[in-house]
């Protein structure tokens, strides 16, 4: 079963920043956070993952709240193209048997 | 990075058919995975794909129905056996690139989209 808890939907305008959240309260503490996202009829695409430090790449930042039980993803300025189902993620090392189970996500939809 | 060419894209398929699916990476690669999505649903993982050894399952799915090839660290092949209508789903796989750091991105194929009819 997925070990986080995200909202089904969410609207942002085009322009603003997207702040997607994400509750993983039984985090343990060699766990990882990742978020992908799955544009309609696409495969997911990686966005950011972090452990324990805020993280930043050219597509968004990663903010981890210090207790680790929740984060949330940024988009800082949503474009229509970013309107996608976005998952977040919990999982160890991939090669100490970590997976990618994937939840139900959120439907970020962008709109002019 | 990683680039995955999955084949076929789309098929439509007769119930009791089989279908074979290829997974083409354009690096070696230790961890393959292959993944069900079903209509509206998110992603199931189906099975773990390590070349040298057998497939590893998650709960729900059977080597009988999904048996899994992996002759080399580029390539892997899921069939989806004795199909039925509820195996209409898109198939994806994933890789997750050999690193030294212990975690790393997933690249995903475009998937395979079947129809069974």
């Known amino acids: 079963d997925a070990k986080t808890t995200q909202p089904t939907s969410m609207d942002c305008a085009e322009g603003r920043a997207a702040n997607l959240p994400c509750n993983h309260s039984?985090?343990?503490?060699?766990?990882?956070v990742y978020w992908y996202r799955q544009i309609h009829s696409q495969g997911p695409q990686y966005i950011i993952h972090?452990?324990?430090n805020n993280e930043t790449n050219e597509m968004a930042s990663l903010i981890i709240t210090e207790d680790r039980k929740s984060s949330t993803l940024i988009l800082p300025h949503a474009t229509l193209r970013d309107t996608a189902v976005y998952y977040c993620?919990?999982?160890?090392?991939?090669?100490?048997?970590?997976?990618?189970?994937f939840g139900q996500g959120t439907e970020l939809s962008v709109k002019p | 990075s990683a680039v995955i060419s999955q084949k076929p894209s789309r098929d439509i398929c007769q119930r009791g058919t089989s279908l074979t699916i290829q997974c083409q990476v354009d690096?070696?690669?230790?961890?393959m995975f292959w993944y069900r999505q079903q209509p509206g649903q998110s992603l199931t993982l189906i099975a773990t794909?390590?070349?040298?050894?057998?497939?590893?399952?998650e709960s729900g799915f059977v080597i009988d129905k999904f048996p899994i090839s992996r002759p080399n660290l580029t390539f892997s092949t899921l069939t989806v056996s004795n199909m039925s209508p509820e195996d209409s789903s898109i198939y994806l796989c994933?890789?997750?690139?050999?690193?030294?750091?212990?975690?790393?991105?997933?690249?995903f194929g475009q998937g395979t989209r079947l129809t069974v009819v």
């Open positions: 993620i919990v999982r160890g090392a991939y090669n100490q048997g970590g997976k990618l189970i």
């Open positions: 994933s890789v997750e690139p050999d690193s030294l750091t212990l975690n790393t991105e997933a690249f």
């Open positions: 972090g452990l324990k």
């Open positions: 794909a390590n070349q040298g050894s057998e497939a590893t399952y």
């Open positions: 039984t985090i343990s503490g060699n766990e990882y």
């Open positions: 690096s070696q690669v230790t961890m």
